[in-house]
């Protein structure tokens, strides 16, 4: 590994294979709602940074495991950060849409 590997965020193509390997795994899409209608992730669901804290009762397992995208990742760490101190026990910021290499949904 060298240092711009370092530098790179999260491999959304990656972190989509470990969110599909994980039964009970929610897949968050961090995006404003205008974004997410335009294309996302099939199976995903549409939480906006802004209203991260909705999910304290939109998720009552703490144990669930959340992936979470944005469009280039920068949305998708801060959320991931927030709903870490929610309790959630596992939360992975899975990187940006833009470097999607599938299909989106509309």
């Known amino acids: ?3 711009f590997d370092l530098l790179n965020g999260p491999d959304i193509n990656e972190g989509l294979k ?3 390997a994980e039964p009970r795994a929610v897949l968050l899409d961090a995006r404003e709602a205008d974004e ?3 294309g996302h992730i099939k199976g ?12 304290g009762s939109m998720f009552t397992d703490k144990s669930l ?4 995208y944005c469009h280039s990742g ?8 927030g709903l ?3 309790c959630f026990e596992k939360v992975v910021n899975i990187g940006g849409i ?9």
């Open 18 to 20: 470990e969110y599909q």
């Open 36 to 38: 997410y209608a335009g």
């Open 65 to 68: 495991p959340i992936y979470v």
């Open 98 to 106: 833009m470097d999607y290499k599938g299909e989106l949904e509309r």
């Open 84 to 86: 870490t101190k929610l």
């Open 1 to 3: 590994m060298g240092i």
């Open 44 to 55: 995903s669901r549409n939480l906006p940074l802004n209203r991260f804290m909705e999910a």
């Open 74 to 81: 920068g949305r998708s760490k801060r959320m991931a950060a």
